[in-house]
């Protein structure tokens, strides 16, 4: 049974519905200010309304290890209100329903050396990394990624990819992203908001065709084939 978000609208977002399959994945987009932040607060039911549901049942209703295992949001920063918190600590508190290690979370993202580490003392990359794995021992059903790569440099960002593209510890990623090169790389169905209303739902193939970019991005983006890019 799919994540389903029927027939939600606010101030920001109008007339939201789409559903996920368990086991499929996807990239949401769009310009800054089109409301995919405050869609993935929805989503995660951070901002509360009757709108979600998985397997037909409420998320608003869903409470302890029920909720945990459904979906898990990993934000965009990293804030730690305990100055004094080890990476180690952090991600033993994530360490929820699943049977990967602290140290194999940390090597798949190669970030051993950072497991003493203060996490007040981490580089907003190295956060972003911390993140990442703490979705991994997390293990939830959804997870929803924030801007994963807004923070890293060219190669933690293909460490990243790789996760995102060949991990199977995380079941669904909905990954949102200004990353037009990543969400092609990924080949994700691709959910695009415009002013808070979807303005397009379906596969990266169609999405990614140079009509279909010209329609959205006004020219500004190029498909070459084995890039995308802006043009500048």
Excluded: W
Aim: hydrophobic share 40%; glycine share 6%; with cysteine.
């Amino acid at each position: 049974m799919p994540l389903h978000i029927t027939d939600y609208s606010d101030e920001i977002l109008h007339d939201i519905s789409f559903a996920l399959e368990a086991g499929c994945h996807l990239c949401i987009l769009g310009a800054n200010g089109a409301g995919k932040t405050t869609l993935a607060k929805v989503l995660c039911e951070l901002i509360d309304s009757d709108a979600v549901t998985i397997d037909g049942k409420s998320l608003r209703h869903m409470h302890g290890t029920a909720r945990a295992k459904a979906i898990n949001y990993i934000p965009s920063k990293l804030e730690i209100f305990d100055a004094h918190m080890r990476v180690e600590e952090l991600l033993a508190l994530s360490h929820f329903d699943t049977t990967l290690h602290i140290g194999d979370a940390l090597e798949r993202l190669r970030i051993t050396h950072l497991k003493d580490h203060p996490c007040k003392t981490l580089s907003s990359g190295e956060s972003q990394l911390v993140l990442t794995a703490s979705a991994l021992l997390h293990g939830a059903r959804y997870t929803l990624f924030d801007e994963p790569t807004a923070n890293l440099d060219p190669i933690r960002m293909r460490t990243l990819f790789h996760l995102l593209a060949d991990d199977t510890v995380l079941q669904s990623k909905i990954v949102i992203t200004h990353n037009l090169e990543l969400a092609y790389k990924l080949g994700f169905d691709i959910l695009y908001l415009e002013a808070g209303h979807i303005r397009f739902h379906g596969t990266a193939d169609r999405f990614f065709t140079q009509s279909q970019l010209d329609a959205l991005y006004h020219g500004s983006v190029k498909n070459l084939g084995e890039h995308v890019v802006v043009s500048l």
